[in-house]
């Protein structure tokens, strides 16, 4: 960065202020902003400390403590919830309450916390039950799969033998199809439900062969 800025003839900004870079650090870390003693504990020790190298430790020991804070988890797993379209109701018309949602959002937070590598988080959202079949207290990842709005209308009071049910399991395989592969291949696959892909490298049995690893997924 700072090439690129001499480069162009152009000088960094200046160092923050004690009191903005503590504020700054807890603002980006949990989402909250310091208290006053907080304030006063950590600019007084950055005041004391002398040299670049010595504002760095400070500085460094002040993010450490935040990493290892709760709320760290609780401030990005928000990030991660808006991802998966996490909600507490079924949304829609109905928009009727999912009382045991709560268990995904802990899932996130305590998986943030615990610095879970992102190969493995990965893994336990898509596949826990298949992939870590001892260890059942990941089953509330899977609800990756299931976070978000669903219109209960189309499985919930339809009989079974019915088309209008199997297309409510097409619509809803269609929402974690979609969900699975916009997260985490940055890929909008749900065009070839209807027709191969005009944009993105998929085509119509490609499609369907993603909804078939989810065919035997219920909510």
Not at 158 to 169: A, M
Request: proline letters at 6%.
């Amino acid at each position: 960065i700072l090439a690129g800025l001499e480069q162009n003839k152009l000088k960094p900004v200046k160092d923050a202020a004690a009191r903005t870079l503590v504020r700054r650090l807890h603002l980006t870390l949990i989402g909250l902003p310091p208290t006053p003693d907080a304030v006063e504990l950590w600019s007084a020790r950055l005041a004391a400390a002398t040299t670049p190298t010595a504002k760095q430790e400070v500085a460094g020991k002040l993010a450490d403590e935040l990493l290892t804070s709760p709320r760290f988890g609780e401030h990005w797993g928000r990030h991660w919830m808006d991802v998966a379209r996490f909600g507490e109701s079924t949304g829609g018309d109905a928009n009727n309450s999912t009382p045991h949602a709560w268990r995904y959002r802990d899932y996130v937070i305590d998986s943030f916390n615990a610095d879970t590598p992102y190969p493995r988080f990965v893994q336990e959202q898509v596949a826990a039950d298949v992939l870590f079949p001892d260890k059942p207290q990941l089953i509330p990842a899977l609800g990756f799969l299931a976070a978000g709005p669903w219109d209960e209308s189309s499985l919930r009071d339809i009989r079974e033998d019915t088309i209008d049910r199997e297309v409510g399991r097409y619509l809803d395989r269609d929402d974690i199809v979609t969900t699975v592969m916009n997260t985490f291949q940055g890929l909008t696959a749900q065009c070839a439900r209807c027709h191969d892909h005009k944009f993105d490298p998929i085509s119509q049995e490609e499609y369907y062969r993603l909804q078939a690893v989810f065919a035997g997924v219920g909510r």
